[in-house]
């Protein structure tokens, strides 16, 4: 198994979306990218920690490869929208990929440049290596499988899912 981590607004709508896919273990939402240590979510909400809200994902690289995996991610957000995401704003829900290996970094500087020609704005989706991934408190961990009905994921994180359920049909669990 290997792991990815990806930043790309609130992590309730990033966990959801790489939940169901075959070959994905685990994801797991939690803040990363910052200077605090064992921060909250309080405190992440807050501006100060330099940490964004992120989705640690966990793959067999034998049955989904971190290309698919990118292409993903670039679909359930907007790498365009700096410090922001919906009604998200703030740094903490900046684009960001956290690569934990130089070939993971040369998969996105390259998917990033590719993709920088399919905008007209910038993409400007921060490339940095992953120093330490903090897992976020228990009731943010399964949100949207949680609380399906809550207002905030009928609106932004349902609409993520179903576009992965269509667009990435063939690589989706089987019921």
Known sequence: MEKATFGGGCFWCVEAAFKELDGVSAAVSGYAGGNVEDPTYRA?????????EVVQVEYDPDVI???????IFFAVHDPTQLNRQGPDRGTQYRSIILSH??????????????????????????????????RAEEKHQDYFEKNPTDAYCQMHAKPKVEKVRKKFQSKLKEA
């Open 44 to 52: 992440v909400c807050s501006g100060t920690t330099g940490h964004a």
């Open 101 to 134: 290996d130089d070939e993971q970094k040369r998969q996105a500087e390259a998917y990033i440049e590719a993709l920088d020609e399919e905008y007209d704005d910038d993409v400007v989706t921060e490339l940095d290596e992953l120093e330490t991934f903090y």
């Open 65 to 71: 490869g971190y290309d698919e995996l990118l292409e």
